[in-house]
């Protein structure tokens, strides 16, 4: 969620005009407790919700699409991570236990995809196994329109509490939101600028955001996806809105890497 290039970046700059790192710019971990702001759900009222895991822990979120097909961000897939190493678990508020688990089959990230700029930070999973569908695991269908600026909508995770909290939990928590457009986002009214690019779209409340450890997961509005979570600064800052892969823009390259993943 967090740019490490860009961080790197400015880690130089400050040496060189000796101020400090802004913070936030750090890296993400991908472990943590739940949204910041956020109260407790359930799983059935979120059934496309899934925890992505390596080496038996949650690392980031995901949604699913299909019955063999979950969406998520492509940071979240960097080296070394393989599709051996992955694992999805499904239908349960808890990202430790409960529900099923299964094991990745293959995945593919967005061939666009720039971890110095975070622009396509989409990617598909394809399970190994398909899902029953249930009242606890459902697909979530693509957004075909980016959502109106102001739009109402929700974010689900097990991402931390606060951006320098420890505090932890195991189970899905949820926050409302506002879609920030990505025009918006862009201009003068918020701090980003230029680094809103057309594969993403934000979304703010305030004392409200994805934190770390929410990465991949969903940005809902109308009961479509609109955005998987992407980056941003810190967490639940103001001025800086959540930034969001923008399903909208790049429902094609879903709906295409879904075919050959």
């Keep these: 969620m967090f740019l490490l290039q860009i961080a ?4 130089t700059l400050a040496l ?3 101020a400090a790192i802004p913070t936030g710019m750090e890296p993400q971990s991908p472990l943590g407790g739940r949204i910041v702001g956020g109260v407790a759900a359930t799983i059935e009222n979120h059934p496309w919700m899934v925890s992505v895991q390596t080496s038996g822990s949650h690392h980031c979120g995901g949604s699913i699409i299909s019955n063999n097909i979950v969406v998520t961000a492509a940071h979240c897939l960097k080296s070394p991570i393989t599709a051996s190493g992955l694992r999805i678990r499904a239908g349960s508020s808890r990202r ?8 990745v089959a293959a995945f593919k990230a967005h061939e666009g995809y720039n971890s110095a700029t975070e622009v396509n930070d989409i990617a598909v999973l394809r399970l190994r196994t398909s899902l029953t569908f249930g009242s606890t ?3 979530i269908p693509l957004a075909t329109v980016s959502p109106a600026n102001g739009a109402a909508a929700s974010v689900t995770g097990w991402g931390k509490i606060g951006y320098n909290s420890y505090s932890s939990t195991s189970t ?8 920030v457009s ?3 986002c ?3 009214s918020y701090s980003y600028g230029s680094r809103i690019k057309e594969s993403m779209i934000c979304a703010a409340m305030a004392n409200k955001d994805s934190c770390n450890g929410d990465s991949g997961g969903p940005l809902v509005s ?5 955005g998987v979570v992407s980056w941003g600064v810190e967490c639940a800052l103001a001025n800086y809105p959540g930034v969001y892969a923008n399903v909208a823009e790049l429902r094609a390259w879903i709906l295409q890497a879904q075919k050959t993943v």
């Design 96 to 103: 430790s236990s409960g529900g099923v688990l299964v094991q």
């Design 137 to 139: 695991i459902k697909a």
């Design 182 to 184: 990505r025009s918006q």
């Design 16 to 18: 060189g005009y000796g």
């Design 8 to 11: 790197a970046l400015l880690a």
């Design 186 to 188: 862009a201009s003068s």
């Design 172 to 179: 899905l928590h949820y926050i409302d939101t506002r879609i």
């Design 222 to 226: 109308g009961g479509q996806l609109v």
